[in-house]
């Protein structure tokens, strides 16, 4: 038998978990009551260890795995579906959640899932063959996406997200392009939401609308994401 690695991650309580994953796609292969709360859940090639820990703070959890793919489109497509068919809603904010697409500067396509248990999945697929951090770019406000984006999606520091963004949307010797404007502001509502900064959200939302209307079909084109989690979070209640 070959060597393999299995994620382990903790929960508060098995059910409301596996009910998250089995929405996901997943089947509960194992579970177990005692002596130990204790289940696994499998999807495809993807197993996942799940077991109970008495006063667990999902809101205090760091756990992660990474889990590759060679269609990371289609997968958070039929997640998105999945949680939608059995919510009602596709969450993107708080437990649970699932977040957009994106494009990495270490050459990875992927986006996130965080159970309600807080464990965070970070799924992706390989855009390069080179693993590194692209240097940060010299230009100001690819530089503050690039920083906005590590912070965001890669460190779950939203405050940080949040300063950085503002700092440029505040520069007054030069403009960012109509497509860097549109990313700023659609990472700004996004990060807004998870702060649960209502108010900052909708005015993103709405200025981030309005440069829509500016853009050329090339332009709108480049920006395929970020009009998607526009759409994605004007929609949200």
């Known amino acids: 038998m070959p060597e393999t690695t299995t994620p382990m991650l903790p929960c508060h309580a098995l059910a409301p978990v596996l009910d998250f994953y089995t929405a996901l796609g997943f089947d509960v292969t194992y579970r177990q009551a005692s002596p130990n709360p204790y289940a696994v859940v499998e999807r495809g090639d993807v197993a996942l260890h799940l077991y109970g820990i008495k006063n667990y703070d999902p809101a205090a959890s760091y756990s992660t795995c990474l889990i ?14 999945g949680l939608k068919a059995a ?22 396509r992927q986006f996130l899932v965080t159970d309600p248990a807080g464990n965070c999945l970070r799924i992706g697929q390989p855009t390069s063959d080179d693993p590194s951090h692209r240097p940060a770019p010299r230009e100001p406000y ?62 993103a939302l709405d200025r981030a609308t309005s ?19 526009l759409a994605e979070l004007r929609d949200q209640p």
């Open 142 to 203: 690819a530089r503050a996406l690039h920083q906005a984006a590590l912070f965001a999606h890669g460190k779950e520091d939203q405050t940080a997200a949040a300063r950085v963004i503002d700092r440029a949307l505040a520069r007054t010797a030069d403009r960012p392009t109509p497509v860097q404007l549109l990313r700023l502001l659609v990472l700004r509502a996004d990060v807004a939401a998870r702060l649960g900064d209502d108010a900052g959200a909708t005015a």
């Open 87 to 108: 919510l009602g809603r596709i969450p993107t904010t708080g437990l649970p959640r699932i977040g957009p697409l994106r494009d990495t500067s270490y050459g990875v």
């Open 211 to 229: 440069v829509t209307l500016d853009l050329t079909p090339e332009e709108q084109a480049s920006v395929t994401d970020d009009l998607a989690r």
């Open 68 to 81: 590759g793919t060679d269609d990371v489109d289609g997968l958070h497509a039929a997640f998105r579906a």
